[in-house]
T-cell receptor, first 111, second 112 residues
Framework: RKEVEQDPGPFNVPEGATVAFNCTYSNSASQSFFWYRQDCRKEPKLLMS???SGNEDGRFTAQLNRASQYISLLIRDSKLSDSATYLCVVTLSGSARQLTFGSGTQLTVLP | DAEITQSPRHKITETGRQVTLACHQT?????MFWYRQDLGHGLRLIHYSYGVHDTNKGEVSDGYSVSRSNTEDLPLTLESAASSQTSVYFC???????????FGDGTRLSIL
């Protein structure tokens, strides 16, 4: 079982749609959680950190469910510019400064 | 503005040659990392460093080495390049333990 698992997609949605991604992690002692986005083999860029209480940044909402060991990302009112691969990232207990990346979920927003 | 830069952006070389990829950051971050990214795989950790003179092996360290002689630089060396090392390489840095990492633009390395 992979340490961090994501549905690879692709997700193809129309502009204005709401789309949600989930990510599961295997280590219950994981410490920190992030969502990154990556455009067409460019460098990953931090989208948002994920906090236990959930957090929102504009059209993006991230939630953490420690009991079920999953993280979610909700994108409302999708824009063409949201098309990218979204990477779920976790720091694992015992190696808190190392990140473990999911393989990514590909999103295409269609006009 | 502080930043992280990688060089070269693209490189083509032959099997058996030694190759060094540069990574330089101006944030004064203690933690630096090297990853490779291949189709069908996520980012995989090659080596990492938590400070000057500290280096550690990651998930896919065979055939690679790093050195950390100062805070700003973590060069990645392929001692004898192999075709299996053709990949996109990303360097990253972070301030401390649970802070997010910031990535360089990447180096596309082709080994023929």
């Amino acid at each position: 079982r992979k340490e961090v698992e994501q549905d690879p997609g692709p997700f193809n949605v129309p502009e204005g749609a709401t789309v949600a991604f989930n990510c599961t992690y295997s280590n219950s002692a994981s410490q920190s959680f992030f969502w990154y986005r990556q455009d067409c083999r460019k460098e990953p860029k931090l989208l948002m950190s994920v906090y236990s209480s959930g957090n929102e940044d504009g059209r993006f909402t991230a939630q953490l469910n420690r009991a079920s060991q999953y993280i979610s990302l909700l994108i409302r009112d999708s824009k063409l510019s949201d098309s990218a691969t979204y990477l779920c990232v976790v720091t694992l207990s015992g190696s808190a400064r190392q990140l473990t990346f999911g393989s990514g979920t590909q999103l295409t927003v269609l006009p | 503005d502080a930043e992280i830069t990688q060089s070269p952006r693209h490189k083509i070389t032959e099997t058996g040659r030694q190759v060094t990829l540069a990574c330089h950051q101006t944030w004064n971050h203690n933690n630096m990392f090297w990853y490779r990214q291949d189709l069908g795989h996520g980012l995989r950790l090659i080596h990492y460093s938590y400070g000057v003179h500290d280096t550690n092996k990651g998930e896919v360290s065979d055939g690679y080495s790093v050195s950390r002689s100062n805070t700003e630089d973590l060069p990645l060396t392929l001692e004898s390049a192999a075709s299996s090392q053709t990949s996109v390489y990303f360097c990253a840095s972070a301030k401390d333990g649970n802070q997010p990492q910031h990535f360089g633009d990447g180096t596309r390395l082709s080994i023929l």
